[in-house]
């Protein structure tokens, strides 16, 4: 079975920029979670959506931020304008129903020069 | 916050030898997960203890679980070189699928 796919796997920006993360959960799944990590602050949970609906967002960090998911098969983080305290690691990761295991990407490393 | 934090922060040891991680967190429970991180990579399941346990069994690793302390364990046996790698617990305090984490434990198992 194909596990959760995320694209692109690396994007080096310069300031300002509009950045676009994707993200294809493993079907069947109906939550999705998108992650930011980084050595300072670990993992942090930006946003997750139970089937399609956003239902916590509160760790979006500003406007700046917003996240998407117009089907039960995609997903997408969007940062515009994106600044250099942005870089990270952003994960997406998908789970079944129920408070069990989550399935995550590989992640999108982040660089904003 | 739920938050789980890991402890020791990070940890060297040998091949063969047995390698113990503890995680300890504020709130009541549904369940605890323990996930790895290899270098590079997204985070990998390996076992779910729900709050009614006490303790946990898959392959080599062994996870406990203390409510009362609000504290878990876990525990890889015969470690490998293939186990270097960050491992992160996560408590599930509730109906919602939100996990919090903490920062890990990095492992290190020398050949």
């Known amino acids: 079975d194909a596990g959760v796919i995320q694209s692109p796997r690396h994007e080096v920006t310069e300031m300002g920029q509009e950045v676009t993360l994707r993200c294809k959960p493993i079907?069947?799944?109906?939550?999705l979670f998108w992650y930011r990590q980084t050595m300072m602050r670990g993992l942090e949970l930006l946003i997750y959506?139970?089937?399609?609906?956003?239902?916590?967002d509160s760790g979006m960090p500003e406007d700046r931020f917003s996240a998407k998911m117009p089907n039960a098969s995609f997903s997408t983080l969007k940062i515009q304008p994106s600044e250099p305290r942005d870089s990270a690691v952003y994960f997406c990761?998908?789970?079944?129903?129920?408070?069990?295991?989550?399935?995550f990407g590989d992640g999108t490393r982040l660089s904003i020069l | 916050s739920q938050q789980g934090e890991e402890d020791p922060q990070a940890l060297s040891i040998q091949e063969g030898e047995n390698a113990t991680m503890n995680c300890s967190y504020k709130t009541s429970i549904n369940n605890l997960q323990w996930y790895r991180q290899n270098s590079g990579r997204g985070l990998v399941h390996l076992i779910l203890?729900?709050?009614n346990e006490r303790e946990k069994h898959s392959g080599r690793l062994r996870v406990t679980l203390d409510t009362s302390k609000k504290s878990s364990s876990l525990l890889i046996t015969a470690s490998r070189a293939a186990d270097t790698a960050s491992y992160f617990c996560a408590p599930n305090a509730g109906n919602n699928r939100k996990l919090i984490w903490g920062l890990g434990t990095s492992l290190a198992v020398n050949p």
């Open positions: 203890i729900r709050s």
């Open positions: 959506f139970n089937n399609n609906v956003p239902i916590d």
């Open positions: 990761a998908s789970s079944p129903t129920g408070p069990g295991p989550q399935h």
């Open positions: 079907s069947g799944h109906n939550s």
